[in-house]
């Protein structure tokens, strides 16, 4: 059974830091790109960020470049969210998702599994 | 880039069906035929629906299906069940290597 768990939301102060985790469990986490997806209090679904399966090539949404950064550690089956320079408008549940096609390198916006959700508050 | 155009809310009856129009640009949803839709209950993670455009993943009820044309995607629901009301999203390609969303659909069960 495919499995994803977020940990390390917080309540964090703007222009703060933090780093969110996913563990993946239940397929070969190596062959997928995988992703971060949020949605804000009340609102809709944002794609947040992408990073390949094999070469290592990253993606974000404009709103987030210079301050997020994505990776990956394929031996330990973990994504990560780095989160830079934090505004209140990053207040959301972040959501880490699986790509649905084995082997991309970027987001088709097929995502196939989710996770729970993590909940990130930036406010003084 | 500004989120795809869905309609806050639409509704109907059980074993009614309703369509969820999804409305992007030629940046987007007119030029990939990579649209996928998301259920999504309260409180609750969302659900791949359908991908490619059409696609249904394996466990996907055939009550729901889909389509596109030009800059429009859209997602039918036949034989409404109580249980089909939720937040719906669509999502596109939106080229170099980034995606975008719907604002989101709230379906209502009457």
């Known amino acids: 059974e495919v499995q994803l768990l977020e940990s390390g939301g917080d309540l964090v102060q703007p222009g703060g830091s933090l780093r969110l985790s996913c563990a993946a469990s239940g397929f070969t986490f190596s062959n997928y790109a995988m992703n971060w997806v949020r949605q804000a209090p009340g609102k809709g679904l944002e794609w947040v960020s992408v990073?390949?399966?094999?070469?290592?090539?990253?993606y974000y949404v404009d709103s987030v470049k210079g301050r997020f950064s994505i990776s990956r550690d394929n031996s330990k089956k973990m994504l990560y969210l780095q989160m830079n320079s934090l505004r209140a408008d990053d207040t959301a549940v972040y959501y880490c998702?699986?790509?649905?096609?084995?082997?991309?390198?970027?987001?088709?916006?097929?995502?196939?599994?989710w996770g729970q959700g993590i909940l990130v508050t930036v406010s003084s | 880039q500004s989120a795809l155009t869905q309609p806050a809310s639409v509704s109907g009856s059980p074993g009614q069906s309703i369509t969820i129009s999804c409305t992007g640009t030629n940046s987007d949803v007119g030029s990939f035929y990579l649209v996928s839709w998301y259920q999504q209950h309260p409180g609750k993670a969302p659900k791949l629906l359908i991908y490619g455009v059409s696609k249904r993943p394996s466990g996907v009820s055939n009550r729901f299906s889909a389509s596109k044309s030009g800059n429009t995607a859209s997602l039918t629901i036949s034989g409404l069940q109580a249980e089909d009301e939720a937040d719906y999203f669509c999502?596109?390609?939106?080229?170099?290597?980034?995606?975008?969303f719907g604002g989101g659909t709230k379906l209502t069960v009457l």
């Open positions: 990073i390949s399966s094999s070469d290592g090539s990253t």
């Open positions: 999502c596109s390609y939106a080229g170099a290597s980034t995606v975008i």
């Open positions: 998702a699986k790509s649905l096609t084995p082997g991309t390198t970027d987001s088709e916006g097929y995502f196939d599994y």
